[in-house]
Nanobody, 125 residues
Framework: QVQLVESGGGLVQAGGSLRLSCAASGRTFSSYAMGWFRQAPGKEREFVAAISWSGGTTYYADSVKGRFTISRDNAKNTVYLQMNSLKPEDTAVYYC??????????????????WGQGTQVTVSS
């Protein structure tokens, strides 16, 4: 069982930056592929970024490529999402997710086994 707790959300102006963190419980964090998803009001949850268990492979949705960076620190059981050049359309609740696998890239929500409670990101224009 893995418990995930996101933090770092907030209100920021367009063009600004935020860094989200997702702290995981357990001693096998390095065995898990991690992902970030987001859900805006009235919309389906969408993939944002993913990172392999080792951190060696990352993948991004086209909408955030070049602006967002996913990373992980296995010693701290934490995955991060650095978000730069934020746009109003990035406004959403952001969720981190985990799956125990060596598969390097998982981009669909139904493949993940564990989810955090989400953190709100609001970008004002």
């Amino acid at each position: 069982q893995v418990q995930l707790v996101e933090s770092g959300g907030g209100l920021v102006q367009a063009g600004g930056s935020l860094r989200l963190s997702c702290a995981a419980s357990g001693r096998t964090f390095s065995s898990y592929a991690m992902g970030w998803f987001r859900q805006a009001p009235g919309k389906e949850r969408e993939f944002v970024a993913a990172i392999s268990w080792s951190g060696g492979t990352t993948y991004y949705a086209d909408s955030v490529k070049g602006r967002f960076t996913i990373s992980r620190d296995n010693a701290k059981n934490t995955v991060y999402l650095q978000m730069n050049s934020l746009k109003p359309e990035d406004t959403a609740v952001y969720y981190c997710a985990a799956k125990k696998t060596k598969v390097p890239r998982i981009t669909t929500s139904y493949e993940y086994d564990y989810w955090g409670q989400g953190t709100q990101v609001t970008v004002s224009s």
